[in-house]
């Protein structure tokens, strides 16, 4: 008799008011205050996030940038169960599955020409690292070993494994680690100034690519193994690349036998209009990162595209039918993760969701830019379906950041924030009318701050 009565909502309330909070340490979060004002998910749907009361959230940073298709697509849930049934797990040690040809084959389909040799890692930082080895393991497998220095920004994200950590410019994830990784050179940032509202790239400072030649000029070419960048910088708040820039990187790159590594983990899988950033920008990389979108999500999973160049290298230096790379992971194109990314990438083909990604960005960045006339919003920084939104510091209280996370989500959107900057980055498949709706809540809740 009770089960007729159950109310749904009410037993997940129960079964999270239950929960001690004792014992997870959870990631980049103030554990002590967290279990004072916790903030649970429970569910989702589509582009919304359910909160154990039933209250649905527009997910307005597709998770951590990683959900362009939407939540819980049955696709990708049926192809995962049914991979449980069939092979749960394999060594990818000397033996493999055909899933990871077939997903190797399918990201190299996706990815610019020549970039055809996929390895696969578990997660963004996993990706970056592994790259990192890859363009040691090339220069040495090319006679130039001298070549062991990395050359990243200011202000850049690249996980948080050593390797990524030490080319990463966030000033707070580096801090309280030590000396990482020595013989990385940081250039400078990309926003040389705020508060222009600059729509796209800007106009001027593709010079800045020039501190890859100064590093040159200082540290010797033949030191040098590679330079790491995001296309556009999420993280920290999307920072987007000025005309030019990224092509005179190559450029200087190139000349001095510099491995260009493009850290696409947020702009992957159509994120910037095309299906990788390396073709919104029509520059080409020696190295191509990816994870988040990958597997919608779902699983986790990141790859590194390689460069034919690279692997040939590689495995023309190794002894014949001995290993090429001493690297790898037990979970590399895991099984379970393999199907979820082959579904994955299907819904994107047959859903047309590349183009539909293409198709949003100009009603996204319409709405995005009406928040340019709150007193309260510094700057304005887009490009394809990514923005970040400057509020002006508090004199009193500091930064606003997690206070507009926190009050963006009482009223009913999540979105990402870094300092003072909200990031909204939307599922693929939200409408023009949600991305209204997400912007009116912005629009509320950053007035009444
Ligand atoms: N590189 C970039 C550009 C990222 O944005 C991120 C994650 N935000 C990472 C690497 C690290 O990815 P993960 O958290 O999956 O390790």
């Not at 239950?18 to 582009?47: C, H």
């Not at 990708?76 to 055909?98: C, G, M, N, W």
């Not at 199907?339 to 198709?359: H, K, P, S, V, Y």
């Amino acid at each position: 008799m009770r089960s007729a009565t159950r109310n749904p909502i009410d037993e997940v309330r129960n079964v999270v008011m239950d929960l001690e909070m004792q014992n997870y340490w959870m990631p980049f979060t103030a554990n002590r205050s967290f279990k004072t004002a916790p903030r649970l998910i429970t569910s989702a749907a589509g582009v919304h996030l359910i909160d154990p009361d039933g209250r649905r959230i527009l997910d307005g940073s597709s998770g951590l940038f990683c959900v362009p298709a939407g939540h819980c697509r049955p696709e990708i849930a049926k192809a995962v169960s049914e991979q449980l049934r069939k092979l749960d797990y394999t060594s990818p040690f000397q033996f493999s599955h055909p899933g990871g040809f077939r997903l190797a084959e399918k990201i190299a389909s996706l990815t610019p020409p020549g970039l055809d040799r996929i390895f696969f890692a578990n997660s963004g930082s996993e990706s970056v690292d592994t790259a990192m080895k890859m363009a040691l393991a090339y220069h040495r497998a090319n006679g130039q070993p001298s070549r062991q220095r990395f050359v990243s920004r200011e202000l850049a994200y690249h996980g948080v494994n050593f390797g990524g950590l030490s080319c990463g410019g966030m000033v707070k994830n580096r801090e309280g680690f030590g000396t990482l990784l020595p013989g990385v050179v940081h250039m400078r940032h990309t926003q040389s100034q705020k508060g222009t509202f600059t729509r796209g790239q800007a106009d001027a400072g593709h010079d800045l690519a020039d501190d890859l030649q100064r590093a040159v000029d200082l540290h010797g070419a033949e030191s040098i193994a590679a330079v790491i960048v995001e296309p556009v910088v999420g993280s920290v708040g999307i920072l987007v690349p000025p005309k030019g820039y990224l092509q005179r990187l190559r450029q200087i790159a190139s000349q001095h036998g510099i491995l260009l590594i493009f850290d696409e983990v947020i702009t992957g899988f159509g994120r910037t209009g095309n299906r990788f950033a390396a073709q919104t920008f029509d520059v080409q990389p020696d190295l191509i990162t990816m994870a988040k979108a990958l597997t919608n999500g779902a699983m986790p999973m990141g790859a590194v595209a390689a460069g034919t160049h690279i692997y040939d290298t590689i495995a023309s230096a190794a002894p014949e039918n001995g290993i090429e790379f001493f690297h790898g992971y037990t979970y590399s194109a895991h099984p379970v993760a393999t199907a979820a990314a082959l579904a994955t990438i299907e819904i994107f083909e047959t859903d047309g969701l590349f183009e539909q990604a293409a198709d949003l960005i100009g009603p996204f960045q319409e709405a995005v830019y009406s928040l340019q006339e709150l007193p309260l919003v510094t700057d304005i920084r887009s490009f394809g379906l990514l923005a970040g939104i400057d509020l002006a510091t508090a004199e009193r209280f500091g930064q606003r950041g997690f206070a507009a996370l926190r009050k963006l989500f009482e009223a009913g959107l999540m979105v990402r924030v870094t300092n003072d900057t909200i990031i909204l980055a939307p599922p693929f498949v939200m409408t023009p009318t949600q991305i209204e709706q997400m912007v009116s809540i912005v629009k509320d809740v950053v007035t009444r701050l």
